[in-house]
């Protein structure tokens, strides 16, 4: 996931860049808006963004400045993505000399600004990818609360997207997918543990046992006591 900062002086131009990154559906989590030049330079510097989308005209410290003072860091390997008005387009043209990726003119374009963010984060995932990606999280957090809308905005895609890249790549609904990896390791520690089933059920990531219990035998065919026999057994 790639971090970004917007650096907007207009809060209305912040907040349209912010829904074209929600709406591009990319690996991209905004961590912050600086609304001068000099916030903006202060936050790259402590929060080391992955990209900055920089407006040029900023109150105290230009945007040509800003790229300037952090390309002067040593250790500074943010990405500048230039937003700018026409009237603006010769100061873009001195960021990119300084060394800005590319230049997104006002008012943008959603799918011109879409290129050119994938240009800059070099984008590559295909949706195979991006599914394997999200199996993987929810491998390393299905005992924590997760939920359709938690997961898009950890993902920043919609949920009507993510249900359908489960559909396609897993041939299960989010939620079924994400019970199925549930009882998956609760079987488990059913088998190779002594922790009793209201504790497992727990530890899977179900705060109702009574819906640990329901789902346990809609994906095994038996109860979690019955699974539980089969230590004894064998």
């Known amino acids: ?5 917007i650096a907007d002086d207009e809060k209305l131009c912040a907040e349209i860049i912010e829904h074209l990154i929600q709406k591009c559906e990319l690996p991209i989590e905004i961590i912050g808006k600086a609304y001068s030049g000099d916030s903006a330079l202060n936050m790259i510097l402590e929060m080391r963004p992955d990209i900055v989308f920089m407006d040029v005209r900023m109150p105290v410290m230009s945007g040509l400045e800003v790229i300037k003072k952090a390309q002067a860091e040593e250790k500074n390997n943010t990405e500048f993505i230039v937003v700018t008005a026409y009237n603006y387009f010769e100061y873009a043209q001195t960021a990119l000399r300084l060394g800005a ?3 997104i003119l006002k008012p943008v374009d959603h799918e011109k600004f879409t290129e050119a ?3 800059v984060i070099g984008y590559k995932y295909t949706p195979n990818q991006l599914m394997n990606e999200m199996a993987d999280y929810i491998d390393k957090n299905y005992a924590k609360e997760l939920t359709l809308n938690g997961f898009s905005e950890e993902f920043y895609l919609s949920p009507a997207h993510i249900t359908r890249l489960f559909k396609k790549y897993m041939g299960l609904s989010f939620i ?7 009882i998956k390791r609760s079987q488990r520690l059913l088998l190779d543990s002594e922790h009793s089933i209201n504790a497992i059920s727990e530890m899977v990531g179900y705060q109702n046992s009574n819906y640990f219990y329901r789902k346990f035998k809609e994906f095994t065919g038996v109860t979690p006591g019955e699974y539980k026999v089969k230590k004894d057994v064998f």
Not at 1 to 5: E, G, H, I, R, T
Not at 176 to 182: E, G, K, P, V
């Open 117 to 119: 963010v994938k240009r």
């Open 1 to 5: 996931m790639k971090k970004a900062l």
């Open 176 to 182: 079924a997918y994400l019970n199925s990896i549930r």
């Open 101 to 103: 990726k590319d230049i």
